[in-house]
């Protein structure tokens, strides 16, 4: 059983359109990390949420901690083709540095 | 300044053939983090370090992968023997320090096992 599972594993949307990708766990977290990966390179950090109900924003994305910190969401506005690449939630329920991260959405966005 | 170092960035091989993936950290980082990253089972945490001491390899496959941390700047990854499901791309990261922080990635290098 997946820790984190994300969704949609897939997404396919033009041009100037407006998204959102999902991470959800049963697990507590004391933080959650979002990372994106572009073909050929390892995963870079976009941002760490830490406070429940947390808002974070980052230009024209968007990062939310759930209540719970269960679960987080990343709403990217008026997507633009640089912004493809796989979308990766990732945290550490325990906090003994073993970061376990989700299966990825895959975003594609066509000009 | 210079990030995770690792090398090579792929790697061809026979099954039964041993493989030896490096890793050079960012200086001043304590922790040290090997992933697989595959279609099928995504990026899995392999085994970590923290001040060159294992802390947690149970994300390692099988005995004929091992890992070692000789030093603070330098990390090595071994499969013996290969098989072709090893089949992946293998990044290293790094950390400052073990339970808080950003993960830096290599760029990762992309094993194939024929």
């Known amino acids: 059983t997946q820790l984190l599972e994300q969704s949609p594993q897939f997404l396919s949307i033009q041009e100037g359109e407006n998204l959102t990708v999902y991470c959800n766990s049963s697990?507590?977290?004391?933080?959650l990390q979002w990372y994106r990966q572009e073909p050929g390179e390892g995963p870079v950090l976009l941002v760490t949420v830490v406070t429940g109900g947390e808002v974070k924003k980052l230009k024209r994305l968007t990062f939310q901690f759930g209540d719970a910190r269960k679960d987080s969401s990343l709403h990217i506005t008026a997507a633009q083709p640089g912004d493809t690449g796989l979308y990766l939630c990732?945290?550490?329920?325990?906090?003994?540095?073993?970061?376990?991260f989700g299966d990825g959405t895959t975003l594609t966005v066509k000009p | 300044d210079a990030g995770v170092i690792q090398s090579p960035r792929h790697e061809v091989t026979e099954m039964g053939q041993e493989v030896t993936l490096r890793c050079k950290p960012i200086s001043g980082h304590n922790s040290l983090f090997w992933y697989r990253q595959t279609m099928m089972r995504g990026l899995e945490l392999l085994i970590y370090f923290n001040n060159n001491v294992p802390i947690d390899d149970s994300g390692m496959p099988e005995d004929r992968f091992s890992a070692k941390m000789p030093n603070a700047s330098f990390s090595t990854l071994k499969i013996q023997p290969s098989e072709p499901r090893d089949s992946a791309v293998y990044f290293c990261?790094?950390?400052?320090?073990?339970?808080?922080?950003?993960?830096?990635f290599g760029e990762g290098s992309r094993l194939t096992v024929l």
């Open positions: 697990s507590v977290f004391s933080s």
């Open positions: 990261a790094s950390r400052q320090r073990l339970n808080t922080g950003e993960l830096f």
């Open positions: 990732a945290g550490d329920p325990q906090s003994a540095g073993k970061s376990t």
